[in-house]
């Protein structure tokens, strides 16, 4: 059974011609299927001179027909849906500016599991540390970090502890 080309914008040479232009050798090689096929070759020569089975030459035509040379490039996938919204990592990112509340979180600095389980009771949403180390690098947040310190520090007694040396 033979496939039907109703494009008829492009000869099997222009197809041929396109073919040596463009970059994607995946498009070349379908145009080329394409322009045997005008030429009046069998689906399954066509096919099979250019590395594909005749389903996919025959599914290359169809997306040919309704788009032109553009449809026969691979498509993105376009990727996983973030798990937290673009306000709810602008929330976190505030979190970690502000830094955490000791009575209420229970920390005096900020690691990725404490982050996960606020984003949990906040939202709802349980994320792996690693996955939270994720957002934190994408919003430019860096694993270093100050040196934490002790919400009862006292200064005066800090300094009165540390040893004066005279410069020798």
């Known amino acids: 059974m033979t496939v039907e080309i109703t494009r008829d914008d492009m000869t099997s040479q222009e197809l041929r011609r396109q073919a040596g232009r463009v970059k994607d050798g995946r498009v070349s090689r379908r145009l080329l299927a394409i322009a045997l096929v005008l030429e009046g070759a069998s689906r399954k020569t066509a096919a099979e001179s250019c590395g594909m089975d005749r389903q996919t030459l025959r ?37 970690v ?11 005096v600095r900020w690691r990725r599991a404490d982050l996960a389980r606020r984003v949990e009771a906040e939202f709802g949403i349980e994320l792996h540390e690693r996955t939270v180390g994720t957002y934190l690098a994408r919003q430019g947040f860096r694993k270093l970090s100050v040196r934490p310190e002790h919400p009862n520090a006292d200064p005066a007694a800090q300094a009165a502890f540390k040893k004066t040396l005279q410069a020798s």
């Open 59 to 95: 599914d290359w035509v169809h997306r040919y027909n309704s788009e032109g040379v553009e449809g026969l490039s691979n498509r993105g996938g376009g990727g996983v849906k973030p798990l937290l919204s673009n306000d709810q990592v602008a929330q976190l990112s505030a979190w």
């Open 97 to 107: 500016e502000a830094g955490p509340d000791p009575e209420r979180d229970g920390v």
